[in-house]
Each structure stands twice: as C-alpha cells, then as structure tokens.
C-alpha cells in the first residue's frame, strides 16, 4: 500500500498560480505511475495529469493541457502540479493517487484505475 500526502492548495485569483505536492511513503516501488485528480461540487471526478514513474513521461487531461505542469522528484518520492492560468472553472478538490495498472493498451487516466488515494487539497479560483 502506498500512503499520499498532498498539499499546497488554497485561493488564488483568475490568471494566477498554485503548486501542488504529493508525498509518497510506502510500497511506492510498485507504481507504474502517479496522477492528479480532481473533482467539483456535484461532479465527478476528473483526470488531471499523470506521470509515468519510471521515465516521467507526462499524460494531461483535455481541459489542463498548456497550463498544468505534473513533474516529480523520484529520489524524495513526491510528484508535483504546477498549475499557472487558473481559471474559475478550475475550483475543486484535487487528489494524488497511485497506481500499479500497466500502459498497455493504454495509460491508466480513470478513477478505477487507480488503487491509492491522498486526502485532497482544495483548490478555490476566484474570478
């Protein structure tokens, strides 16, 4: 089991920019890859971004490519999200999650495929 600490979540103006972290500790060893998601007040959850672990290949969701940035630092075990041209729509909780599902067929970017969780960080984008 993999255990997720995010942080760096708060209020920010439209236009403006936030950081997120993910702390990883655990069986991290045996993750394909760690992502962002994120979800709104009576909407689902949504992929944000992944990065694949062991070449830090990046995949972004439609609606965050061009101005997220999912990064990580393999030797501290932490993936980040920078995130710059905040939009109002933006505004949701966001979670860290791990996963141990291959990239073949394809790479894993649904909820389901995903077996660990952080607690979220809210984010809040004013206009």
């Known amino acids: 089991q993999v255990q997720l600490v995010e942080s760096g979540g708060g209020l920010v103006q439209a236009g403006g920019s936030l950081r997120l972290s993910c702390a990883a500790s655990?069986?991290?060893?045996?993750?394909?890859?760690m992502g962002w998601f994120r979800q709104a007040p009576e909407k689902e959850r949504e992929f944000v971004a992944l990065?694949?672990?062991?070449?830090?290949?990046?995949y972004y969701g439609t609606v965050v490519k061009g101005r997220f940035t999912i990064s990580r630092d393999s030797a501290k075990n932490t993936m980040f999200l920078q995130m710059n041209s905040l939009k109002p729509e933006d505004t949701a909780v966001y979670y860290c999650?791990?996963?141990?599902?291959?990239?073949?067929?394809?790479?894993?970017?649904?909820?389901?495929?995903?077996?660990?969780w952080g607690q979220g960080t809210q984010v809040t984008v004013s206009s």
């Open positions: 990065i694949r672990w062991s070449t830090g290949n990046p």
């Open positions: 655990g069986r991290t060893v045996s993750s394909s890859a």
């Open positions: 999650a791990a996963t141990t599902t291959p990239f073949t067929p394809r790479p894993p970017t649904r909820p389901a495929d995903f077996g660990s």
